[in-house]
């Protein structure tokens, strides 16, 4: 069991810049793949970006260059750095910690609010 809390969602204008952060129960680099997505009003989940325990990332087209995912081992965190930020990055935001065999665990979520 895995319990991941997501935190730094928050309102900010155009252009601005926010930092989450998923704070895992266990150490991050026991798990594969640790991951940001969102899910806007009326939209299907979808992902952000995803790093793995050796450090290979990936991200999804409409955030390249303005977003960067990172972990913090000692801290057992992710990060998603989000510069740039434009209205329609507005979702609500999550973390997935993955393993190979299948096992999949979320957090609750933090809401990111972008204003034009």
């Known amino acids: 069991q895995v319990q991941l809390v997501e935190s730094g969602g928050g309102l900010v204008q155009a252009g601005g810049s926010l930092r989450l952060s998923c704070a895992a129960s266990?150490?991050?680099?026991?798990?594969?793949?640790m991951a940001w997505y969102r899910q806007a009003p009326g939209k299907q989940r979808e992902s952000v970006a995803d790093?793995?325990?050796?450090?290979?990332?990936n991200y999804a087209d409409s955030v390249k260059g303005r977003f960067t995912i990172s972990t913090d081992n000692s801290k057992n965190t992710v990060y998603l750095q989000m510069n740039s930020l434009k209205p329609e990055d507005t979702a609500v935001y999550y973390c997935?910690?993955?393993?190979?065999?299948?096992?999949?665990?979320w957090g609750q979520g933090t809401q990111v609010t972008v204003s034009s």
């Open positions: 266990r150490s991050v680099a026991s798990i594969n793949v």
């Open positions: 997935s910690g993955s393993y190979f065999s299948g096992y999949t665990y």
């Open positions: 790093i793995t325990n050796t450090g290979r990332t």
